[in-house]
C-alpha cells in the first residue's frame, strides 16, 4: 500500500463567504467554479476545480483561519500572479525555498494561508 496522490485540498470559511471565495479563487486566481453535489450543496460553501486541481471550501462554524496549515500551488507566471493579488489589495511576501525556488505566501478573504511555487 502506498498513497499515489492528492485528490483535493478542503479548505474552511465562515458562512456566507461564498462570493468572497468566487471573487478571490476564480476572480483573482482563475480556478473555475463546480458545483457541488446537490447533497451537500445545502451545507454552504463552494468548490474550484480545473483538471486535478480541486480546492474546495466548507464552512466552517467557529471560523478560524489556517494561518499555519496550507497547501502549496504551483503557478506558470508567479511575478504575474502577484501583480495581480497586490491590485487587488491583498498582501503577496515573496520568499525563496532552500533550494532556491521562487515562492510567495498570500491569505485568502478569509484569512486561510497560501503557497504559490513558480512552474520550473
Known amino acids: 500500500?502506498?498513497?499515489?496522490?492528492l485528490d483535493h485540498v478542503q479548505l474552511a470559511m465562515p458562512a456566507g463567504g461564498e462570493?468572497?471565495?468566487r471573487?478571490?479563487?476564480?476572480g483573482i486566481l482563475g480556478i473555475p467554479e463546480?458545483?457541488?453535489p446537490a447533497q451537500l450543496a445545502?451545507?454552504?460553501?463552494?468548490?474550484?476545480?480545473?483538471?486535478?486541481?480541486k480546492v474546495h471550501l466548507g464552512v466552517e462554524q467557529n471560523f478560524l483561519p489556517a494561518r499555519k496549515a496550507?497547501?502549496?500551488f504551483i503557478v506558470?507566471?508567479?511575478a504575474a500572479l502577484v501583480?495581480?493579488?497586490?491590485?487587488?489589495?491583498?498582501?503577496a511576501v515573496e520568499d525563496r525555498t532552500p533550494e532556491g525556488r521562487h515562492q510567495i505566501y498570500t491569505a485568502d478573504p478569509f484569512g486561510n494561508r497560501l503557497e504559490f511555487l513558480d512552474l520550473v
Open 70 to 72: 496550507h497547501p502549496a
Open 1 to 5: 500500500m502506498q498513497v499515489e496522490a
Open 23 to 26: 471573487a478571490f479563487y476564480t
Open 42 to 53: 445545502a451545507r454552504g460553501g463552494v468548490w474550484f476545480e480545473r483538471g486535478a486541481l
Open 34 to 36: 463546480r458545483a457541488k
Open 83 to 91: 501583480a495581480r493579488l497586490r491590485e487587488a489589495g491583498h498582501e
Open 19 to 21: 462570493p468572497a471565495a
Open 76 to 78: 506558470r507566471d508567479l
